[in-house]
């Protein structure tokens, strides 16, 4: 089966689809393994979307054992008696993080998923300053900051959401849907702070080789190299742009 296929397979929650990617990915060499709530053919119904991933979830753990971390984002689509009946029911199997299970307007619910699971909770992809963060961190309601360079104010902003973080032991698990700048900044970012964690990656050749040049690799498809050129070692070719 092509990879296309594969994925495919995988959004209708295949369980054995999804062990197979997982076994492709981690003979890749990569440590993580992401799932998302199975796509809905018609309306989305919470509860069968989440049992179905939690059979995938099963799947993947019961055949690939414990060398690969799994980790899960909901995207905000549960209410929060929703997200804590599947972090309690994914709990045996040692998620390494839950993303976004709650909507962002209500992040007193997490006080709620906190106190009724030991799963660890990642938050803060949609939330915009230091501000939105310091209660759910203070509080210690999430173990992990979603915290986004390109919305939350770029680099000065980050640094110090993830400073606030460092004392209650919260890592920074940078958020980066944006492509080969927003993962340039980011990894700025880890590299600056003690408690960093996994870095999401949109890198070339896959994202506009032509118009984006990076002054750091992706080594064997898992870790970012550290940039030595000025700035935050991307150069952007106006020219090559017009192109797109």
């Not at 997982?22 to 989305?44: I, T, V």
């Not at 992990?144 to 919260?170: L, N, Q, V, W």
């Amino acid at each position: 089966m092509d990879a296309s296929d594969l994925l495919g397979c995988v959004a209708k929650a295949d369980p054995d689809a999804t062990v197979e990617l997982a076994r492709r990915l981690q003979q890749g060499g990569y440590r993580y393994f992401r799932l998302g709530l199975p796509n809905a053919e018609d309306s989305f119904d919470a509860r069968r979307s989440t049992r179905q991933l939690i059979q995938q979830l099963r799947a993947v753990r019961g055949t690939l054992g414990d060398e690969l971390e799994l980790m899960v984002d909901l995207h905000t689509r549960l209410a929060p008696d929703e997200a804590v009946w599947f972090c309690r029911e994914v709990e045996p199997l040692g998620i390494f993080a839950v993303e976004d299970p709650i909507r962002s307007e209500h992040p007193h619910g997490y006080g709620r998923i906190r106190s009724q699971t030991t799963v660890p909770l990642a938050a803060g992809e949609q939330w915009v300053a230091r501000w939105e963060f310091s209660e759910p961190v203070e509080q210690e309601w999430i173990d992990y900051a979603r915290a986004d360079i390109c919305i939350t104010g770029g680099i000065s902003e980050a640094k110090k959401i993830a400073a606030m973080a460092e004392p209650h032991f919260i890592k920074m698990l940078m958020h980066n849907p944006l492509g080969p700048i927003c993962t340039a900044a980011s990894l700025h970012i880890d590299l600056s702070c003690d408690n960093a964690g996994p870095q999401e990656v949109l890198f070339p050749p896959d994202v506009l080789p032509e118009v984006l040049r990076c002054d750091f690799q992706l080594k064997d498809g898992i870790h970012l190299t550290v940039p030595t050129a000025p700035g935050i070692g991307v150069e952007f070719d106006a020219e090559a742009a017009k192109d797109f």
